[in-house]
């Protein structure tokens, strides 16, 4: 059984950094394409940014330019660097695969941007 288990959130002010983790039990990272998702209130959940196991990446266009994502393999983990934090970023953040799969999402991890 594949367990993800993202942490890095927090309360940040508008403009600040916050750095998303997400650590995977099992050898999947080095085969599957990977994915950051997140769900703010009423809203639904929504593909923030992707990276295939070869490195290529792709954004939401709401991201473009202040969210980076990358892998470590070795380490089975893949990161959210995300800089230039807004409001409207403020969300419970996931990862999954990309497609994802329903029995492997998370407790996902909070992210607030508020002064």
């Known amino acids: 059984q594949v367990q993800l288990v993202e942490s890095g959130g927090g309360l940040v002010q508008p403009g600040g950094s916050l750095r998303l983790s997400c650590a995977a039990s099992?050898?999947?990272?080095?085969?599957?394409?990977v994915g950051w998702y997140r769900q703010a209130p009423g809203n639904q959940r929504e593909l923030v940014a992707a990276?295939?196991?070869?490195?290529?990446?792709n954004y939401a266009d709401s991201v473009k330019g202040r969210f980076t994502i990358s892998r470590d393999n070795a380490k089975g983990t893949v990161y959210l660097q995300m800089n230039s934090l807004k409001p409207e970023d403020t969300a419970v953040y996931y990862c999954?695969?990309?497609?994802?799969?329903?029995?492997?999402w998370g407790r996902g991890t909070q992210v607030t941007v508020s002064y």
């Open positions: 999954n695969l990309q497609p994802p799969v329903r029995g492997y």
């Open positions: 099992g050898s999947i990272y080095g085969i599957y394409a």
């Open positions: 990276i295939t196991s070869g490195g290529t990446t």
